[in-house]
């Protein structure tokens, strides 16, 4: 039986970071709808040891995340188990927003994503080098039969979520995105809240 230690309401473009450790769950909740959620995660005990995108899609046989995929390290160790998902497929290879791509994409260097993680990993001595691709709760981008892919307009519903269980001590990292140049949040950034069980 699951008991709740930690809620805590994320604002609209914020970040936040928590360790949790082996056997706690950890629920990410699209209060609103249509929102992005950014997603990094390492070893608590060695930040070295951090999420791999290639590790995961290669064990899931796919790109979009549901229910009982896990998430791998760069060294094929389980850091994080997806045990309960509300919305189903989430993406794994648009990697985050940032200054510089919004500028590249958009002509407009709005703050991203990538500079929400840098705030957030700060605490930890953590920075750009540290930044790998990442997971996006509850965005979905579609690859087409020739490789075709394009960021898609957000679909989750209200109260849609995502439960996910540490394997190990794992350092969490959200950025809540506050892009409004591409779809992904229906061109309108709003809170989340997270839930932490042991």
């Known amino acids: 039986m699951m008991h709740e230690v930690h809620r805590e309401a994320i604002p609209a473009r914020a970040h936040w970071s928590r360790i949790l450790h082996k056997g706690q769950t950890l629920r990410i909740i699209d209060t609103h709808g249509q929102q992005a959620v950014d997603f990094l995660c390492y070893n608590a005990h060695d930040f070295d040891e951090r999420y791999h995108e290639p590790n995961t899609i290669k064990k899931a046989g796919r790109i979009l995340l549901t229910t009982g995929d896990v998430l791998y390290s760069d060294r094929a160790n389980p850091l994080f188990t997806i045990v309960a998902d509300t919305f189903g497929g989430h993406d794994t290879i648009g990697g985050c927003c940032s200054e510089p791509s919004n500028r590249m994409l958009y002509g407009v260097a709005n703050a991203g994503c990538r500079e929400n993680f840098l705030a957030a990993l700060k605490p930890y001595g953590l920075g750009w080098r540290d930044i790998v691709p990442n997971v996006n709760w509850f965005m979905t981008v579609p690859v087409g039969a020739a490789g075709n ?50």
Request: charge should be negative; aromatic fraction near 4%; charged fraction near 10%.
């Open 149 to 198: 892919a394009a960021i898609a307009l957000g679909s989750s519903q209200p109260g849609d979520h995502v439960d996910i269980r540490a394997e190990t001590d794992v350092l969490a990292v959200i950025s809540n995105c506050p892009q409004v140049l591409n779809p992904c949040n229906n061109f309108n950034p709003t809170g989340i809240e997270v839930v932490v069980f042991a």
